[in-house]
């Protein structure tokens, strides 16, 4: 069975679940959400995992990093996030918070086989010519310019100045050993190291590049 057949599959039975209000009575990947609105929720819900941005609800567990949550919350927009939440399992996998401070669109990744911390820290605790800013934050709390006096297991970002397209912010954050990247939509290039246990800030940061 292909991929896209088990989408079709998994759409089908979300979209029939969710018209009845509990949304995989019948299947073991989907509880019964109770607070789920179905006459509300179900033609976006049903768009938004086929558009593969509110799929990862199965997987997700208490404590782990929700991978679909921002780009969930994207498509179904903040009125329908509140509401529709439940019909897909991510309530409480992204926080209001978080929704609060999500800025311009962007698409993130990993970069498995270019990561090489003790180069990124390097580059990070070093002076470079290169034209970036590095920042660092404890855990998910705010960041802080050059504040490098804290552990070495601090998470650590870096930004580059100018505008990059999506492939040379992939090339240029393996280069520098970057565990992951997040690529905004209006070209800002954030490298994110080994240490954050997410894809970094939120908001497009870079100097040069933050126009809409």
Same mark, same amino acid.
Request: aromatic residues 8%.
């Given at each position: ?58 997987s997700v567990k208490n404590g782990e990093f929700c991978s ?8 179904? &927009?903040?009125?329908?996030? @509140?509401?529709?939440? *439940?019909?897909?399992?991510? =309530?409480?996998?992204? #926080?209001? +918070? %978080? ?77 520098? &050993?970057?565990?992951?990247? @997040?690529?905004?939509? *209006?070209?800002?290039?954030? =490298?994110?190291?080994? #240490?954050? +246990? %997410? ?14």
């Amino acid at each position: 069975m292909t991929l896209f057949v088990k989408e079709i599959i998994l759409v089908a039975i979300i979209l029939s679940n969710v018209l009845i209000g509990e949304t995989g009575r019948h299947h073991h990947k989907y509880r019964a959400f109770k607070n789920c609105k179905g006459r509300v929720c179900a033609a976006r819900v049903s768009f938004c995992i086929i558009m593969k941005d509110c799929g990862c609800g199965a997987s997700v567990k208490n404590g782990e990093f929700c991978s679909c949550c921002e780009d969930c919350y994207r498509c179904l &927009g903040v009125r329908l996030w @509140r509401k529709c939440c *439940n019909c897909v399992g991510l =309530c409480g996998r992204f #926080s209001v +918070n %978080d929704t609060e401070n999500v800025g311009i669109p962007s698409k993130h990744g990993d970069l498995p086989g270019h990561s090489l911390p003790t180069l990124f820290e390097a580059m990070s605790t070093g002076h470079t010519d290169l034209p970036l800013m590095f920042m660092s934050r404890q855990g998910k709390g705010g960041h802080s310019n050059q504040n490098f006096s804290s552990p070495r297991n601090q998470c650590k970002v870096a930004f580059f100045d100018k505008c990059l397209a999506r492939e040379s912010c992939i090339t240029s954050c393996s280069a520098m &050993g970057a565990h992951r990247y @997040r690529w905004f939509r *209006n070209g800002c290039c954030q =490298c994110v190291g080994k #240490s954050c +246990n %997410d894809y970094g800030e939120l908001q497009s940061l870079c100097k040069s590049c933050l126009a809409d």
